[in-house]
C-alpha cells in the first residue's frame, strides 16, 4: 500500500487529529510542537501540510517542503501562506473558510451586548472590587436601535438576522451583492455610506482588500451622531485605529468592541488604556464548535488532497511552468488586472461577463474566463476568490459569464476583452502584450489608449472642449498630486477619455471637483 505523508505544524483539535491517526495509507506527523526553525529541517517529507497563523509559509518554508503538494490552512485568513509562491511550485492552498462563521456571528453579538450595557466593567466592579454599585451601570437596549451592517455576506448577514430578533432597526451596506439577499431577511438596503454612519451602532464584516482597509477613518467618524458604538470581529485595520483612539478619547464614540488588531498580539494597545472599549484576543473562532469543525474539515481536506480525489476551497491554480506555453502567462496576469480595473471602474452587484481572447491566445479562453472572473470578483471579496472556485463563486451569485474566441485578432497578433456589465452600467476594456512582455491596455469603452495597467489612475471622460486638461491639472496641482502619465483617446462624437496615472493618493475631495467642472461626464479612481 502506498503511503502519503501530511504533517500537522499547528496546533489543531484533538479530533482532526484522530482522523489522521486511523487512516492506514497515511503516515502522520505531528510537528506542532517543534520549533520552526526545527519544523524545516523535516517538512520535506510531507506531500501535504496542515498549517495555522503561527507557521509562516515563506520562501524558506517552501525551499524545505520539497514534497509538497498541497497546504490546508485550518481557518480563513491565508495572510501567512505564499500563495504565489505555492503556485509556481505546483503546491495546491486550501482553506476552511465557513467553519467558524457562528463562532464570529455569537462574538459581533456578544461584544455588541457588552458594549450597549458595559456588562465587562460591571462585572470587574462587582468580582474584583467588590463593589455592589447598581446606578453606576446604567446601560442602553438594542431594541429599536439601528444598526449599520458594512459586508452583508456569510457572516454579516447571520448578524443581520440575529439582530432582527433583538428587534433592531437593521441596514446594510454592500454593493457587490444583490439587494434582495438583504430585503429578503427583512434588512434595509442601502448603496449610501451615510446612511450606515447615521446609525447608533455600526458592525463591519468585511474581506481586508485596499477598499476595506481603513475605510472607517477620521472623516466618517466626524459624520457619525455622538454616542455611536463601533464594533469590529472581522479584520484588523478596516477601521482607522489612530481615528478610533481619538473618537474614543473625545467621547465621540460612546463604545467600541474590538476583537482584532492590525498588530497581534496586541498587549501593549494604546485601546487598552480606555474604559469605554470591550476587547478580546482575536477569538472570533475560538469556540469548542467552531475548533471541531475546522479540525475535522482541514484534516478531510488533507486526506482528500493526499489521494489525489479532490481539493475542496482551493486559493489557487497550481501553475506549473513546463504545462503552460510562455507567451500565455503574461496574458492570464493581464486579464485578471482588467477585471480587477474594470470592477473598480464600475462598482457594483456583477450581472455578467464577456471574455474574448482573438488570435493565438483564443484556444486559452477557458482560463482567461476565470482569470478575468477573480480579478473582477477580487475587489468585494479580497483573499477568498480564488482561480479554483471563481467559476463556482460565479454562478452562485448568477454572474453569467460568456466566453468568446477568434483565431485572428485584427492589428493585433493577440489581444484580449472584458465587458463588464453591473446593474448601473457597462464597460469594456482591452488589452495586449507587446515584445518582451510588455503589458498594455489598448481600449477602454472604445477610446483607443496605450496604458500601462499599474498604479493609481483617474479616469476622467468628458466633452471635448479647449481647457479641460488645463483645468485637470490645475486640480490636481491645488491638491498636490503629481501625474506620472497622461493618455488621451478621443471618439467622434465630441468625447475624450483621459487615463491619468498619478504618484499621490487621491481623496474624494478631488475627485469630486473634476467631477464638478463643466466639461466632466464621469470621474472613476482606480488602482493597480
Not at 13 to 39: T, V
Not at 104 to 117: G, P, Y
Not at 323 to 352: C, R, T
Not at 357 to 372: M, P, Q
Request: hydrophobic content about 40%; overall charge negative; charged content about 25%.
Amino acid at each position: 500500500m502506498q503511503k502519503h505523508t501530511i504533517m500537522v505544524c499547528d496546533h489543531i483539535h484533538e479530533s482532526g487529529l484522530k482522523m489522521l491517526e486511523s487512516q492506514p495509507d497515511i503516515n502522520y506527523i505531528n510537528a506542532a510542537d517543534l520549533p520552526k526553525d526545527e519544523l524545516l529541517k523535516v517538512v520535506g517529507q510531507a506531500d501535504v501540510v496542515i498549517t495555522r497563523s503561527s507557521t509562516e509559509v515563506n520562501e524558506a518554508f517552501l525551499n524545505a517542503a520539497t514534497n509538497l503538494k498541497a497546504l490546508v490552512r485550518a481557518g480563513v485568513g491565508v495572510d501567512n501562506v505564499d500563495i504565489d509562491g505555492c503556485s509556481k511550485r505546483g503546491i495546491i492552498v486550501m482553506n476552511v473558510p465557513t467553519a467558524n462563521t457562528i463562532a464570529a456571528v455569537e462574538l459581533t453579538m456578544a461584544h455588541m451586548l457588552s458594549c450597549m450595557r458595559a456588562f465587562p466593567y460591571a462585572h470587574n466592579h462587582l468580582k474584583h472590587d467588590r463593589i455592589w454599585k447598581r446606578e453606576k451601570w446604567y446601560g442602553y437596549e438594542l431594541k429599536d436601535k439601528k444598526l449599520g451592517i458594512i459586508g452583508f455576506g456569510n457572516i454579516g448577514s447571520r448578524v443581520g438576522k440575529r439582530a432582527k430578533a433583538f428587534e433592531m432597526d437593521v441596514i446594510a451596506y454592500d454593493p457587490y451583492i444583490d439587494p434582495s439577499k438583504a430585503t429578503d431577511l427583512g434588512v434595509e438596503y442601502t448603496t449610501n455610506f451615510d446612511d450606515i454612519l447615521a446609525c447608533d451602532i455600526i458592525t463591519i464584516h468585511t474581506p481586508k482588500t485596499q477598499e476595506t482597509i481603513g475605510m472607517i477613518g477620521k472623516k466618517e467618524i466626524e459624520k457619525m451622531k455622538d454616542g455611536v458604538v463601533l464594533i469590529n470581529c472581522a479584520r484588523g485595520g478596516l477601521y482607522d485605529e489612530e481615528a478610533l483612539l481619538e473618537g474614543l478619547k473625545s467621547g465621540k464614540i460612546r463604545f467600541a468592541g474590538i476583537d482584532v488588531f492590525v498588530k497581534e498580539p496586541a498587549t501593549d494597545h494604546p485601546l487598552l488604556e480606555l474604559d469605554n472599549v470591550t476587547v478580546t484576543p482575536h477569538l472570533g473562532a475560538n469556540t469548542y464548535e467552531s475548533q471541531y469543525k475546522i479540525a475535522t474539515q482541514a484534516a478531510q481536506q488533507a486526506l482528500d488532497a493526499a489521494r489525489g480525489i479532490s481539493y475542496p476551497n482551493a486559493l489557487n491554480l497550481p501553475i506549473r511552468e513546463n504545462e503552460i506555453p510562455e507567451f500565455v502567462k503574461p496574458y492570464l496576469d493581464l486579464m485578471q488586472k482588467i477585471g480587477f480595473l474594470a470592477a473598480q471602474a464600475n462598482k457594483g452587484a456583477i450581472k455578467s461577463l464577456k471574455v474574448v481572447g482573438n488570435g493565438e491566445i483564443g484556444k486559452y479562453i477557458d482560463s482567461l474566463a476565470t482569470f478575468a472572473t477573480v480579478g473582477a470578483l477580487k475587489e468585494s471579496l479580497g483573499e477568498t476568490i480564488n482561480y479554483v472556485n471563481a467559476d463556482f463563486v460565479a454562478k452562485e451569485r448568477g454572474i453569467d459569464v460568456q466566453k468568446e474566441s477568434s483565431p485572428t485578432a485584427g492589428a493585433y497578433k493577440n489581444i484580449i476583452r472584458l465587458r463588464l456589465t453591473t446593474e448601473k452600467e457597462i464597460i469594456e476594456i482591452a488589452g495586449t502584450i507587446f515584445n518582451d512582455d510588455v503589458q498594455r491596455i489598448v481600449e477602454i469603452n472604445g477610446f483607443a489608449l496605450d496604458v500601462e495597467p499599474k498604479g493609481r489612475m483617474i479616469l476622467f471622460k468628458n466633452t471635448d472642449v479647449p481647457g479641460v486638461i488645463g483645468d485637470v491639472g490645475q486640480i490636481l496641482a491645488k491638491h498636490h498630486v503629481n501625474i506620472a502619465d497622461f493618455r488621451l483617446g478621443r471618439d467622434k462624437s465630441g468625447r475624450a477619455l483621459a487615463v491619468i496615472l498619478v504618484d499621490n493618493d487621491v481623496n474624494e475631495e478631488l475627485l469630486k471637483e473634476l467631477e464638478s467642472l463643466e466639461a466632466s461626464l464621469y470621474v472613476k479612481y482606480v488602482i493597480l
